[in-house]
Structure formats: structure tokens, C-alpha cells
């Protein structure tokens, strides 16, 4: 089955730096790449995704970056926001005909220090 | 309605008793997902549904967990015989077609089970 590793799990930045948080995944069959943005005791939302024939997705301050070969992909926010704080997971999906399955990442809390 | 809706939010219950959570999708979506969130806030995938048809249940624990979506009616999971270990917020998700198409999946405000 699919394994999502993603790093770190805990990240503090200055307001007004950029974050990166970095996933890989194991099974070449994921075509799909959602992340989501889980605010503490809130739903996750979906705040991007990538799908596996585009290498880069922007919106607004946040990119997404796609390396098929190598299997990762990468969440870039940039002028962070303290309202940027909050728990991201990554998510990888596979492409099958009877197969829908999310299988997420440990998550990564990221800190936006005023 | 426009958000998918889980009842309860809240449900405490003793050890070796039964739970069950029900989730009503957004009206129109086909997809419905259950997941696990535990303490460490790692999501486990559970189950999902194509409108009443299990479709995917690969991460489903056989002995104590079941789930339905029954035609006109709430989306549930329910659990036997709880252990303490069963103690998480379960999410569901529910989207209009199958994911990595155009529409994302949406979730719910979860609802946190604790075991006694």
C-alpha cells in the first residue's frame, strides 16, 4: 500500500518568512496530491492540489511542487501569516479503477510567530 | 446541504459499550469517507461508500468497526464492544465524484468519541 512520509513535523517561522513542509510517497500508481489546513479543533479544508501531469500549482501565496520521479512533493507558503498557523497534512491518492483511498501524512504543525 | 453534517459532535461512552456516528454528505455528492484522527493528529482512513456501495473499506478493522449508507438516510459507523483505543475524532468526507477528478473532497466538523 501507499506510505506518505512528511517533514517536519513541527516548524516555527518568523512572520513574513516563507514555510516549506516536504512529503514523499511510495506507490508510483498516486497520481492525486491534496493538502489540507486543519486550524485546532477544526475540519481539515483543502487549501491546494496537485495532480500528477503538472509539475507546479500556485495560488495566491501558496505553491505546490511535484517531483514524479523522485516521488515527493513540497507545500511553499510564502509572507506567512500568524493566521498561516495551523496543522498541514499532505495527502497522496492512487489511481485505480476500485481503489479510493487517501492515505496521509503524520501532519506538521507550523507556527507563525509575530 | 452545503456542508456535510456530523452528529454528534460529542459522544462519551464506557468501554465494552457501542458507538455509532452518523454523517449526512453534501446533498448531490456520490463519495462518502470515514477517517480516524487520533490524538497525534494522524489521520487513518477508514471506509468509503459510492452512494450505498462499499468502495474501498482496505482500511477498515473487520472484528468491531461497520458502516452503511442506506438511500435517504444518514451515513453511520458504528462501533462494538469499544475499547479505550477507539478514542479519536472520526471525520467523514463526502465529494461529487472520484477524487483527483475537479472536485475536492469536503469535510466535516468531526465528532470526538471518548471511551471510558
Known amino acids: 500500500g501507499e506510505n506518505v512520509e512528511q517533514h517536519p513535523s513541527t516548524l516555527s517561522v518568523q512572520e513574513g518568512d516563507s514555510a516549506v513542509i516536504k512529503c514523499t510517497y511510495s506507490d508510483s500508481a498516486s497520481n492525486y496530491f491534496p493538502w489540507y489546513k486543519q486550524e485546532l479543533g477544526k475540519r481539515p479544508q483543502l487549501i491546494i492540489d496537485?495532480?500528477?501531469?503538472?509539475g507546479e500549482k500556485k495560488d495566491q501565496r501558496i505553491a505546490v511542487t511535484l517531483n514524479k520521479t523522485a516521488k515527493h512533493f513540497s507545500l511553499h507558503i510564502t509572507e506567512t501569516q500568524p493566521e498561516d498557523s495551523a496543522v498541514y497534512f499532505c495527502?497522496?491518492?492512487?489511481?485505480?479503477?476500485?481503489?479510493?483511498?487517501?492515505?496521509f501524512g503524520i501532519g506538521t504543525k507550523l507556527q507563525v510567530i509575530p | 446541504g452545503e456542508e456535510v453534517a456530523q452528529t454528534p459532535k460529542h459522544l462519551v461512552r464506557g468501554e465494552g459499550q457501542k458507538a455509532k456516528l452518523y454523517c449526512a454528505p453534501i446533498?448531490?455528492?456520490?463519495?462518502v469517507f470515514w477517517y480516524q484522527q487520533v490524538l497525534k493528529n494522524e489521520f487513518k482512513f477508514l471506509i468509503s461508500?459510492?452512494?450505498?456501495?462499499?468502495?474501498?473499506e482496505t482500511g477498515m478493522p473487520k472484528e468491531r468497526f461497520s458502516a452503511k449508507c442506506l438511500p435517504n438516510s444518514p451515513c453511520s459507523l458504528e462501533i462494538q464492544a469499544t475499547k479505550l483505543e477507539d478514542s479519536a475524532v472520526y471525520f467523514c468526507a463526502s465529494s461529487p465524484g472520484r477524487l483527483g477528478g475537479n472536485q475536492p473532497q469536503h469535510f466535516g466538523d468531526g465528532t470526538r468519541l471518548s471511551i471510558l
Open positions: 496537485i495532480r500528477s501531469n503538472v
Open positions: 446533498k448531490g455528492h456520490s463519495y
Open positions: 461508500f459510492q452512494n450505498e456501495n462499499v468502495f474501498d
Open positions: 495527502a497522496a491518492v492512487p489511481n485505480s479503477g476500485g481503489y479510493q483511498k487517501v492515505t
